[in-house]
């Protein structure tokens, strides 16, 4: 998903025109074309939608009186101004960062600023940045939405200089905006309210001037806040745990105990004994307790009588996938992923090879607010609520489930408690559930259902399990002469809609990003990949594949600086041609880490970068040990070059989550399943990091002209390679898995 | 029938005593700021203040609470509320804010203890609330900066 797709990829993936003719979706693939033509989605950055006209059905009611030049803004004569965000808040800010786009080309006073979660409506809110789907991931809410909301901004900002100069009479170039406010000659001042009704009245411009960045007031300030932190700092931000409606009932699903596992019968009548329960109803995932609430439901569900047939329950052991993994690394072959005719030749020179395998566990995404979502029934629609991150998915997902076309199922999106990728996916799972759920119980009443920590937690949808095995060969130079390198794992896009786009000659991207392609010159590769199958579903963790493949990489390029007795930051500056980006945030790192620094006894430091989702980072770590030989990560310097910082302090913010959410990880983060059964179902073994944990993060931000890249993921991959790194320093030894828990570290 | 104080008023509650307190104060009472995170007292997001103590309500049975003045993120009005929560915005501690409200009760909770927590203090108090986006950075500056206001 971190990638440019094209909408025709997506479109395959879509309904024909043929199948759909039954009416279930609605949405099919010739219209999605269409739609994406019309729109122009693929062009967006060029021609953003702003200048196009919209039906205001498609957005929802417009007051008359109302500014709405486009579908991003909305200017009501109370002097309101309304952004309509198209983007998912999960925590990374997106709505401050789309609306600070939009308030600084509108001149808008931040404090006037309004948000709200748009519809779901490809053609009007598409990301080209996932093929024009609805949808965010991949860290591509800022870069895609860039010139498009400097552009709507622009547009609406000059139709209410026009207004006001028709008003006033005065040339548009005689006026200022400044805050909301705009200011002619003789001390006339009007604000965006007072102007409103008349600029609707005001054909939308063609071309608009945006503004010189040197210009900018809230673009690149720390000043600029975020808008969401008064709600989330008094508990009245609505989450879709918190959804009231009338009549709205609460619903736990007993789901399979085993990956595989079927449902042969179950017995009701002991739960549907429990006060408070309303309905016990199977659905496609399992069996459903509905109530007036969580605790009966619950209770509901202990009380159910179940009989599974677990015997297609797999995979028997995350110990023995470990294993096979590690034979079928051994064993060699895969589709090539790169390939140089003379490496077995280089290989052969070279005066010493170094070898190493890496495991790498299943990761859940433990997101705080565990899965759940709203589904009502009514009067021949469907209405839901939840944390839909990507609207395209779940809305035609959703309609299919509720047997309805897709005009008669409205999405309301919500802000969510985290996701780090879970809430993204092609099965759109919280989605479906809950209106399978909603369709059971056959009465139009709202349903949540909601899944607990165990339910979210051993649900699958994981990061996959993976192995690498690398050997290098160094030349008697000490230089790499030959690269080979085979990962084997689960691959992420096989399953999903995106498996044309992101799947070439058997090779998915996103297992091996940041092996192949890197920034390093690789000499002599031979990459290889292998994808077996689990029954397991595979998903998009945070970063993606740079959650294994930087570590990897970042490791042995350590190793392999030891070896030859070299600076690692040297050894990699050496590696690095025609990269001044990548090479300036290592400097930069290094250098605000007092890399050159000698260190107190019984610390280390460590360096690794990663180039992932268009930004570069790179992390010094400094690390020690407890007494008990466990890595205590003191403090994490960071530079980041993401191109023009549009919220400094939200970039901040985003590195300083990524270190704390990489670490948890690299510490403890591992499901292990049995027979087809995740061991790990809570926080009591699925263990996080706490704030006693926590390092001090200090993070530097490369200033830049260039158009703007993701934070939400670049933040993940180098932490954990730079804390093995200062504690292979540290101790001598090389982690070769993870995570670190598993080691027992010993100072040299 | 169980009685108690909720954010100072009295509430008469009509449920099963084992019922947690979370899903009284959510589902029958309609307080939602108090939030749900793992239910085995190991998140803190349901954290409420319990005779002025923080606990997580998602391990304490209704019964627990009669007679009790129990107080949630909707209630708070102290001195040391009104701090934290000052700092907390203007910080922009939060990310997706779903762990907040227990972050705020506990950190509350504290600075009413000790107008002067150390850093060892701190990891004392909060420990028990995980925050999944890792906003910890923050959420140790905004208790420095609400203590600094209170004892200014
Ligand atoms: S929900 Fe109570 S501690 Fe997690
Ligand atoms: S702000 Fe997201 S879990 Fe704490």
């Given at each position: 998903m971190m990638h440019m797709l094209d909408s025709a990829s997506l479109a395959e993936w879509l309904p024909d025109d043929t199948d759909a003719a039954d009416g279930a979706t609605g949405f099919t693939r010739r219209g999605f074309l269409k739609s994406a033509a019309a729109a122009g989605f693929v062009l967006a950055v060029q021609l953003p939608l702003a200048r196009k006209a919209f039906a205001a059905a498609d957005v929802g009611i417009v007051p008359p009186g109302d500014f709405a030049p486009n579908a991003f803004i909305r200017i009501a004569p109370d002097n309101t101004v309304l952004f309509v965000i198209k983007h998912f808040e999960m925590g990374q800010g997106a709505t401050t960062g789309l609306a600070t786009i939009l308030a600084e080309e509108l001149d808008a006073d931040w404090s006037q600023v309004r948000t709200e979660y748009a519809?779901?409506?490809?053609?009007?809110?598409?990301?080209?940045?996932?093929?024009?789907?609805?949808?965010?991931?991949?860290?591509?809410?800022?870069?895609?939405?860039?010139?498009?909301?400097?552009?709507?901004?622009?547009?609406?900002?000059?139709?209410?200089?026009?207004?006001?100069?028709?008003?006033?009479?005065?040339?548009?170039?005689?006026?200022?905006?400044?805050?909301?406010?705009?200011?002619?000659?003789?001390?006339?001042?009007?604000?965006?309210?007072?102007?409103?009704?008349?600029?609707?009245?005001?054909?939308?411009?063609?071309?608009?001037?945006?503004?010189?960045?040197?210009?900018?007031?809230?673009?690149?300030?720390?000043?600029?806040?975020?808008?969401?932190?008064?709600?989330?700092s008094t508990g009245t931000a609505m989450f879709t745990i918190d959804v009231k409606l009338p009549g709205l009932l609460t619903a736990v699903i007993a789901r399979p105990p085993a990956f595989g596992a079927r449902l042969k019968s179950f017995d009701a009548k002991a739960a549907k004994a429990v006060k408070g329960v309303t309905d016990v109803v199977e659905v496609p995932e399992g069996v459903a307790v509905v109530a007036t609430g969580m605790w009966p439901a619950m209770q509901g569900r202990k009380a159910l009588k179940l009989d599974w047939d677990l015997s297609e329950a797999g995979p028997k052991s995350t110990e023995a996938m470990f294993a096979d993994y590690k034979a079928l690394a051994a064993k060699g072959g895969g589709v090539t992923v790169q390939r140089a005719d003379d490496h077995a030749a280089q290989m052969k020179k070279a005066a010493k090879t170094i070898e190493a395998v890496y495991e790498f566990p299943y990761l859940a995404h433990a997101a705080m607010e565990p899965m759940n979502c709203v589904a009502w029934l009514h009067d021949g629609v469907l209405e839901t609520w939840g944390g839909h991150q990507f609207p395209t998915f779940d809305h035609m997902l959703a309609a299919k489930a509720a047997d309805l076309p897709m005009d008669k199922v409205t999405l309301h999106t919500l802000i969510s408690g985290g996701s780090f990728g879970r809430r993204a996916n092609s099965w759109s799972d919280f989605t479906v559930e809950a209106v399978?759920?909603?369709?059971?119980?056959?009465?139009?009443?709202?349903?949540?259902?909601?899944?607990?920590?165990?339910?979210?937690?051993?649900?699958?949808?994981?990061?996959?399990?993976?192995?690498?095995?690398?050997?290098?060969?160094?030349?008697?130079?000490?230089?790499?002469?030959?690269?080979?390198?085979?990962?084997?794992?689960?691959?992420?896009?096989?399953?999903?809609?995106?498996?044309?786009?992101?799947?070439?000659?058997?090779?998915?991207?996103?297992?091996?990003?940041?092996?192949?392609?890197?920034?390093?010159?690789?000499?002599?590769?031979?990459?290889?990949?292998?994808?077996?199958?689990?029954?397991?579903r595979p998903l998009w963790w945070r970063s993606v594949g740079n959650t294994h493949t930087g570590f990897v990489m970042e490791t042995m390029m350590d190793e392999l600086a030891a070896a030859a007795g070299q600076?690692?930051?040297?050894?990699?500056?050496?590696?690095?041609?025609?990269?001044?980006?990548?090479?300036?945030?290592?400097?930069?790192?290094?250098?605000?880490?007092?890399?050159?620094?000698?260190?107190?006894?019984?610390?280390?430091?460590?360096?690794?970068?990663?180039?992932?989702?268009?930004?570069?980072?790179?992390?010094?770590?400094?690390?020690?040990?407890?007494?008990?030989?466990?890595?205590?990560?003191?403090?994490?310097?960071?530079?980041?070059?993401?191109?023009?910082?549009?919220?400094?302090?939200?970039?901040?913010?985003?590195?300083?989550?990524g270190v704390g959410f990489a670490l948890a990880a690299a510490l403890y983060g591992e499901i292990e399943i049995e027979n087809g059964t995740p061991k790990q179902g809570n926080f009591d073994s699925y263990r996080v990091l706490r704030i006693n944990e926590m390092p001090k993060v200090e993070v530097h931000i490369v200033a830049s002209g260039e158009a703007p890249t993701g934070v939400g993921e670049p933040g993940v991959p180098p932490l954990a390679p730079a804390v093995a790194n200062a504690l292979a320093k540290l101790t001598g030894q090389r982690v070769r898995r993870l995570p670190l828990s598993r080691t027992t570290f010993r100072l040299t | 029938m169980v009685t108690f104080k909720l954010n100072g008023e009295t509430r008469e509650v009509d449920a099963d005593p084992n019922t947690p307190l979370l899903w009284i104060i959510r589902d029958d009472l309609g307080l939602t700021g108090t939030k749900y995170g793992c239910g085995i007292a190991q998140c803190g997001a349901c954290t409420v203040h319990f005779e002025g103590a923080p606990v997580r309500s998602c391990s304490l049975p209704l019964a627990a609470a009669a007679g009790k003045n129990i107080t949630t993120i909707e209630g708070l009005q102290s001195k040391a509320a009104q701090a934290v929560q000052k700092a907390w915005i203007s910080m922009d501690v939060v990310q997706c804010g779903y762990c907040q409200s227990g972050q705020i009760m506990s950190a509350v909770a504290l600075l009413e203890q000790n107008a002067r927590p150390s850093d060892a203090d701190i990891d004392g108090a909060m420990a028990g609330n995980i925050c999944r986006c890792a906003t910890y950075q923050r959420i140790r500056a905004a208790i420095h900066a609400a203590s600094a206001e209170l004892t200014a």
């Open positions: 519809p779901a409506n490809a053609a009007l809110y598409g990301n080209p940045m996932v093929g024009g789907a609805q949808g965010t991931g991949g860290s591509t809410a800022i870069a895609n939405s860039w010139m498009q909301m400097r552009e709507a901004g622009a547009t609406a900002r000059a139709m209410l200089v026009a207004a006001a100069a028709q008003r006033w009479k005065v040339p548009a170039d005689k006026l200022t905006v400044s805050k909301g406010v705009i200011s002619g000659p003789g001390g006339k001042k009007a604000s965006f309210g007072e102007l409103a009704d008349a600029a609707a009245k005001l054909p939308v411009p063609t071309e608009v001037a945006l503004k010189d960045p040197k210009d900018f007031v809230l673009v690149g300030k720390t000043a600029t806040r975020r808008l969401d932190s008064k709600a989330k399978h759920v909603a369709k059971a119980i056959k009465r139009p009443v709202p349903v949540r259902v909601q899944q607990t920590r165990e339910d979210d937690m051993r649900g699958g949808l994981y990061r996959p399990q993976y192995v690498h095995a690398v050997k290098v060969g160094l030349g008697a130079d000490q230089r790499p002469l030959a690269w080979q390198h085979t990962i084997v794992g689960q691959s992420i896009i096989a399953p999903t809609p995106l498996a044309g786009a992101l799947i070439k000659d058997g090779v998915d991207e996103t297992t091996v990003e940041g092996v192949w392609p890197t920034p390093y010159t690789l000499p002599s590769p031979d990459i290889t990949l292998q994808s077996p199958t689990q029954a397991v600076d690692p930051l040297a050894f990699r500056l050496a590696m690095l041609k025609d990269q001044p980006r990548f090479a300036g945030v290592l400097k930069l790192a290094a250098e605000k880490a007092g890399w050159d620094q000698p260190l107190a006894k019984g610390k280390a430091r460590g360096i690794a970068a990663q180039f992932s989702f268009h930004s570069y980072v790179a992390q010094v770590a400094e690390v020690s040990l407890t007494a008990d030989g466990r890595p205590k990560v003191e403090r994490v310097v960071v530079a980041v070059d993401c191109g023009v910082p549009v919220n400094p302090d939200q970039i901040v913010a985003q590195m300083e989550g | -």
